[in-house]
Nanobody
Framework: QVQLVESGGGLVQAGGSLRLTCTAS??????MGWFRQAPGKEREFVAA???????TYYADSVKGRFTISRVFADMVYLHMNSLKPEDTAVYYC????????????????WGQGTQVTVSS
């Protein structure tokens, strides 16, 4: 069983930055993604990075502001810049997509989530 652990969430003012970290327990590389869910809303795709080749994918709402990067085979960062109040959500790390469409929330493994709150 793969466990994913997220860290780095917190409270930040609009325009500020945060870096989220996701670490997988097994040490092997996975295609990994970040999703977020705000109160009363569905979980939505944020970004993903392939385990092979490192191709990255972003939601239109975060392009140019967020960057996903792989630090080690089993660890990825989500750098979030120019944060907006509408970025407030619980952010979830996911690994091993079961679909070729990484924007769909069809992944085998999920973390517990980390809260990001952006104040105006």
């Amino acid at each position: 069983q793969v466990q994913l652990v997220e860290s780095g969430g917190g409270l930040v003012q609009a325009g500020g930055s945060l870096r989220l970290t996701c670490t997988a327990s097994t040490g092997r590389p996975y295609t990994m993604g970040w999703f977020r869910q705000a109160p009363g809303k569905e979980r939505e795709f944020v970004a993903a990075i392939r385990w092979s080749g490192g191709s990255t994918y972003y939601a239109d709402s975060v392009k140019g502001r967020f960057t996903i990067s792989r630090v080690f085979a089993d660890m990825v960062y989500l750098h979030m810049n120019s944060l907006k109040p509408e970025d407030t959500a619980v952010y979830y790390c996911a690994a091993e997509p079961t679909s070729s469409d990484y924007e769909k929330p069809f992944y085998d493994y999920w973390g517990q989530g980390t809260q990001v709150t952006v104040s105006s």
